[in-house]
């Protein structure tokens, strides 16, 4: 039986500019820890996909978890840009918290 990641890079195969599919495979790596993989996904999803606005959340937060606040904080501010372009306000809102906690301007249990 196929693997969750053997599906997804099979998907990608077909159709290998859907940036959903790209996304999806980005964060199974994430999940199964294979860091290198991970970052190169989320990269070039900002620099082909700039669009795709759930990238930003997760790539900053990925970032952070590897001790990297400068790049997640650059990343999350990236993606509030692009989130007010799109007026997409859910996404706005979850950068915007993601920035002030990165920031350290308030804790996640507040």
Same mark, same amino acid.
């Given at each position: &039986? =196929?693997?969750?990641?053997?599906?997804?890079?099979?998907?990608?195969?077909?159709?290998?500019?859907?940036?959903?599919? #790209?996304?999806?495979?980005? &964060?199974?790596?994430?999940?199964?820890?294979?860091?290198?993989?991970?970052?190169?996904?989320? =990269?070039?999803?900002?620099?082909?996909?700039?669009?795709?606005? !759930?990238?930003?959340?997760?790539? !900053?937060?990925?970032?952070?978890?590897?001790?990297?606040?400068?790049?997640?904080?650059?990343?999350?501010? #990236?993606?509030?840009?692009?989130?007010?372009?799109?007026?997409?306000?859910?996404?706005?809102?979850?950068? #915007?918290?993601?920035?002030? &906690?990165?920031?350290?301007?308030?804790?996640?249990?507040?």
């Amino acid at each position: &039986m =196929e693997s969750r990641l053997e599906q997804l890079q099979n998907f990608l195969k077909e159709s290998p500019h859907d940036p959903f599919l #790209k996304y999806a495979l980005t &964060m199974e790596h994430v999940k199964l820890e294979n860091k290198d993989d991970a970052r190169n996904g989320f =990269e070039e999803l900002v620099e082909i996909h700039p669009d795709y606005i !759930g990238t930003y959340y997760h790539f !900053g937060k990925f970032l952070e978890s590897e001790g990297e606040k400068d790049q997640a904080i650059e990343i999350y501010e #990236k993606g509030i840009l692009i989130a007010q372009q799109k007026r997409n306000f859910h996404a706005l809102g979850e950068l #915007k918290n993601a920035l002030m &906690m990165a920031n350290g301007l308030f804790d996640e249990d507040e």
